[in-house]
């Protein structure tokens, strides 16, 4: 099975950007559908974006606008671009993709912390 390791996480300013990446084990082909989750402390993890095998795109409406998510299939790797963060942003970011097989385990994450 695919596994999914994300980077890019740290801290940043409010206002700045940052992307992130996650680098699949195998190709990323086979998935339907990728996306990025995040948890914030003590809360639920919530869907971010999620990227179709023909670039179809759907965002959340509290990142719409200033996030862009992505998906290079010659790398195996899908990326979130985060720019204009904001406090709210803070959370642990997470990917998962989707097959025919079934969805793929959840990685550790990455941390992202947005603060002054």
């Known amino acids: 099975q695919v596994q999914l390791v994300e980077s890019g996480g740290g801290l940043v300013q409010p206002g700045e950007s940052r992307r992130l990446s996650c680098a699949a084990s195998?190709?990323?082909?086979?998935?339907?559908?990728m996306g990025w989750y995040r948890q914030a402390a003590g809360k639920q993890r919530d869907l971010v974006a999620i990227?179709?095998?023909?670039?179809?795109?759907f965002y959340a409406d509290s990142v719409k606008g200033r996030f862009t998510i992505s998906r290079d299939s010659a790398k195996n790797t899908m990326y979130l671009q985060m720019n204009s963060l904001k406090p709210e942003d803070t959370a642990v970011y997470y990917c998962?993709?989707?097959?025919?097989?079934?969805?793929?385990?959840w990685g550790q994450g990455t941390q992202v912390t947005v603060s002054s």
């Open positions: 998962n993709a989707q097959s025919a097989l079934g969805y793929t385990p």
């Open positions: 990227i179709t095998s023909d670039g179809g795109t």
């Open positions: 195998g190709s990323i082909r086979s998935f339907n559908v």
